[in-house]
């Protein structure tokens, strides 16, 4: 229920603990490993393990994520923001959470702060691949419940949230594990937060985990949780689940196995 909302409000919430800390040299040069050399294919694959047809559909047109008296919201049609929108601008949209005219809404730009340029450019030259169709969707219209979270400081627009935590990042485990942690802040952050302690993003919403419980997990069975979802007792765990088989089963096997080596070392030096 109201799933963008509670991924918004879950990094939100996990704001006062995140760190601050600047990456190291090292991961300067970190990215998502490249599987191919034609930047439109690499697009589609960093567009599939970030989210973006996720949140924006298989076909980019946009998906309807209002929730009744909160907000009435479309994330946008993709192939009609490629249609007018200069690469600058999409750039802005991505990782500075605004278009020309307006800020936007629970858009997870703080996430993607720290992405290298040429995976900003080859995410873009993916959708452009999208001819326009379908709706230019309205700007979002804020329900009481919705304005009384903004009264309250709890959501706030992704502009916002870049100022908020564009640099903030997951806890260091040394540049052995650089990798682990530059894909984890583009992605498990979304719902476990920059300090990945999870929590409970809203009243009605499921905790999610404090990410150290991979210690939990050896390298088998934590590939087959990002692979098909399934946890440890063969469990389907939610949106986890869900987001395991859509997005993390495209990660490759290098980015598997640092994701898991980078949060079982966060677990032994910041449990």
């Known amino acids: 229920m109201r799933m963008g909302i509670a991924l918004l409000l879950a990094w939100a919430s996990a704001g006062c603990s995140e760190r601050q800390a600047p990456p190291s040299p090292a991961e300067a040069v970190i990215q998502f490993e490249r599987t191919s050399s034609d930047p439109v294919a690499h697009g589609e694959r960093l567009a599939t393990v970030l989210g973006c047809n996720g949140c924006h559909g298989r076909d980019l047109q946009g998906n309807d994520w209002s929730a009744p008296g909160f907000v009435t919201m479309y994330s946008a049609n993709l192939t009609q923001s490629a249609a007018r929108l200069s690469d600058a601008e999409l750039t802005e ?4 959470g605004r278009r020309p005219d307006r ?28 001819p326009p169709k379908g709706p230019v969707h309205a700007p979002p ?4 419940a919705g304005q ?10 992704s502009a916002e949230g870049v100022r908020r935590s564009g640099n903030a990042w997951p806890p260091d485990a040394g540049a052995d594990h650089a990798l682990g942690r530059y894909i984890v802040r583009a ?8 300090d990945l302690r999870g929590g409970q993003p809203t009243p009605d919403a499921k905790t999610r985990p404090d990410l150290r419980m991979v210690a939990g997990y050896d390298g088998p ?48 030096i910041d449990p």
């Open 93 to 96: 949209a991505i990782q500075g």
């Open 148 to 157: 009384k979270e903004i009264d309250k400081g709890s959501w706030w627009s």
């Open 187 to 194: 992605t498990c952050a979304e719902c476990h937060g920059m």
């Open 141 to 144: 219209e804020v329900g009481p």
């Open 103 to 130: 800020d936007l809404w629970d858009m997870p730009s703080h996430l993607f702060t720290k992405l290298g340029d040429n995976e900003v450019q080859a995410v873009i030259a993916f959708i452009r691949t999208h």
């Open 221 to 268: 069975a934590f590939r087959r949780l990002l692979r098909t979802g399934k946890a440890s007792g063969d469990r389907e765990v939610s949106l986890m689940s869900q987001v395991a088989r859509g997005r993390y089963a495209h990660f490759t096997e290098a980015e598997v196995e640092a994701v898991h080596r980078y949060l079982q070392r966060v677990g032994e």
